[in-house]
């Protein structure tokens, strides 16, 4: 275990010793295997240590049910290969797990480091850590570093100054690491014994996001007063959130964090600002597999929701539940960040939830993003959320994109790109112009949004115009007036980490490759790329992603171009198409949509997170089978043991007819 010295103010912890053994988590398996039986390896930089390892495979979704110390007993089962068991980090006395590039990519989900830290780990190396995981590792007290000359200091047993950990780290970070984590850190603030830094930025050019930041940065916290003449990169504060919001997957465990860190009569404060969603595990029953139930898990899944239904209900918080019909549960009322769009944020609102793709409510002009556990059940109780004030890198898009190209081929195109496959995407804030964005719906927008963190960035975001006003116009208590008061815009000289100029004109469908959402690759250059056509089992249209009512529209039109040619799905393919909210449905419905989907022998279902995270229909259920899927992330296991690849809806549609991987050219006919 970790042992802490501590300075003589109370201030927190000044070194530490770290006791244990090191375990690379290398490519070869076989290496990986001989450290779990016992042999320490020496480390050298010919080891080719695993990158991208997402927190879906640190603590895989069926592993999430759990939200105590059970955790450790499941710590990195879903690592590819498949060589990590149950209890094997926590009974290999491991203190010390070393990985490549981006460690704790993709879901925002607490239990990945937690599962670590409860297993024995006091620190974690990596070659660089995403934005949301390294902070979950800070609130909970697991240290990290991206200096791999630590490992000599270890393995000597050296006691390694605190500051080696806080490197690079801004104030509040580094007072959180040295107090062991957000509560402690916390406490201390509330007794007046750790102060935030002021923001003394004098008045600067801004960016989009950093405007809302400064409005809601914490000016002074004994009275309240919100808002900063101007904040920079690197600014550390504590800003006031408009929206804040978890799901099944996360209220317990933040619930359960909430009452430890607060005590047992802490009161969520603002309650009207704060939402629930039983949205993430709505079917799982249909899903989960024989062994799984035999492990009991069915009723601890179970229990996820009705700790939340409870928690809600004595805290006053609005809860968005499942939907009856018929007197029978068919589904969820919404997908939260579908709901978060269609009901609850504003533009230049700052929106928080435990969901990493917070960041599609980007798409209103508001900056939205994903937290941990103990980050929300902190807010919960103060209302504010810490931030280190993010760069931005500016993407502009020009061009008109050619018949059968949409928003998620810009993505997939986008992603694929050097800038966030070598990493310096992470922790930054994407946002969106020109006049290819300019010419998009909003459901459009919000794909691109929404997939911002796949680049393993702090958000994506787009300033707000009329298509947003008339979007929003009617759904929202204020005035249109009021609405575009909200609105702000980034000043024409502030400053960006990059701006990227990006021609669309002869952007082809693409697709990503299984296993990262980066491995974007055009459809014509695929068949070459993998030596064949790539014949698929199932087709996946839905999650938040992909369950938009213009994703609706896209499904249809290649449906009924299909069903006028005499065709249909082709043998052997199963084609799911999800809705993201119960509006999405009836907007379905009522364009004829679902008659349609039904002639065509497609299997509808109702909102739900589904089989996005491996928790509904459409998952796979054999290594051998391939998904085409409209969804946002492909990591390894995320959907099931298959195969997954990334696409449009018109490329998921235009796949299930055809039977294996085609650009939408392939059924559409022109009208």
Not at 179 to 193: E, I, S, V
Not at 231 to 248: C, I, M, N, Q, W
């Amino acid at each position: 275990m970790t042992t802490p010295n501590s300075d003589s103010a109370g201030r927190g912890r000044t070194s530490v010793r770290i006791e244990g053994r090191i375990l690379y988590l290398t490519k070869d398996p076989e290496l990986l295997q001989r450290q779990l039986d016992g042999d320490d390896i020496a480390w050298d930089e010919s080891i080719e240590l695993i990158d991208n390892i997402s927190t879906d495979e640190i603590t895989p979704g069926w592993v999430c049910y759990y939200y105590d110390k059970t955790l450790a007993e499941y710590c990195l089962v879903g690592l590819r290969g498949g060589v990590i068991t149950k209890d094997a980090i926590k009974n290999g006395g491991f203190g010390v797990i070393v990985s490549g590039l981006s460690k704790g990519c993709g879901s925002s989900r607490e239990t990945a480091p937690y599962s670590e830290l409860e297993a024995g780990v006091q620190l974690v190396v990596a070659r660089s850590i995403e934005k949301i995981y390294g902070q979950n590792c800070q609130n909970i007290g697991l240290l990290t570093t991206t200096d791999f000359s630590v490992l000599d200091r270890v393995r000597a047993g050296e006691e390694i100054p605190i500051s080696v950990f806080t490197q690079g780290l801004d104030e509040i970070s580094a007072a959180i690491v040295e107090r062991g984590g957000l509560f402690a850190y916390n406490r201390a603030r509330l007794a007046g014994d750790e102060h935030p830094p002021a923001i003394t930025t004098a008045k600067r050019p801004m960016t989009l996001v950093e405007k809302i930041i400064a409005s809601k940065a914490i000016a002074d916290a004994k009275s309240g007063r919100l808002g900063v003449p101007a904040v920079k990169p690197g600014d550390a504060l504590f800003a006031r959130t408009d929206v804040r919001f978890s799901h099944e997957y996360v209220t317990p465990m933040a619930a359960s964090l909430f009452k430890l860190g607060l005590g047992e009569d802490a009161r969520v404060q603002d309650p009207e600002s704060v939402f629930a969603f039983r949205d993430h595990l709505t079917f799982l029953d249909r899903v989960m597999p024989q062994a799984h139930i035999d492990l009991g898990l069915r009723e601890q899944a179970a229990s996820l929701k009705d700790v939340q239904e409870d928690f809600c209900a004595a805290q006053g918080i609005r809860h968005f539940g499942e939907v009856e019909r018929d007197g029978k549960t068919v589904g969820s009322e919404a997908i939260c960040h579908n709901k978060v769009i269609e009901e609850l944020a504003n533009p230049g609102d700052l929106v928080a939830g435990t969901d990493s793709h917070t960041c599609m409510a980007g798409a209103l002009g508001c900056f939205a993003f994903g937290v941990g556990s103990t980050d929300m059940a902190n807010a919960w109780f103060t209302r504010d959320v810490r931030i280190r004030v993010p760069e931005t890198a500016r993407f502009v898009l020009r061009g008109k994109l050619k018949p059968g190209v949409v928003a998620k081929d810009v993505m997939l195109e986008l992603l694929s790109m050097d800038f966030f496959k070598s990493g310096q995407g992470i922790g930054k804030v994407l946002e969106f112009a020109g006049p290819a964005i300019e010419a998009m719906s909003l459901d459009e927008r919000a794909t691109l949004t929404n997939m911002a963190v796949e680049a393993g960035g702090f958000t994506g975001i787009i300033e707000a115009d009329d298509v947003v006003i008339e979007y929003l116009r009617g759904r929202r208590a204020e005035s249109e007036a009021e609405l575009r008061s909200r609105i702000l815009r980034a000043d024409e000289d502030a400053s960006y980490c990059a701006v990227f100029e990006v021609d669309l004109d002869d952007l082809e469908p693409m697709v990503a490759l299984p296993g990262d959402p980066r491995n974007g690759i055009a459809i014509s250059r695929l068949e070459a790329e993998i030596g064949g056509k790539v014949a698929i089992d199932i087709a996946y249209g839905g999650s938040c992603t992909g369950g938009k009512k213009e994703d609706m529209d896209m499904y249809a039109r290649v449906l009924r171009d299909a069903r006028e040619q005499g065709r249909g799905l082709a043998a052997g393919v199963k084609l799911y198409i999800q809705f993201g909210s119960q509006e999405i449905r009836d907007y379905a419905i009522d364009q004829g949509y679902v008659e349609l989907f039904e002639s065509m022998g497609v299997e509808l279902i109702d909102p739900s997170c589904g089989a996005c995270i491996k928790a509904g229909p459409g998952v796979s259920t054999r290594p051998d089978q391939v998904t085409v899927s409209a969804i946002n992330r492909n990591f390894p296991g995320r959907s099931g043991p298959g195969f997954v690849y990334l696409a449009s809806p018109l490329t998921v549609a235009a796949s299930a007819i055809a039977g294996f991987i085609v650009a939408p050219e392939a059924v559409l006919v022109a009208h």
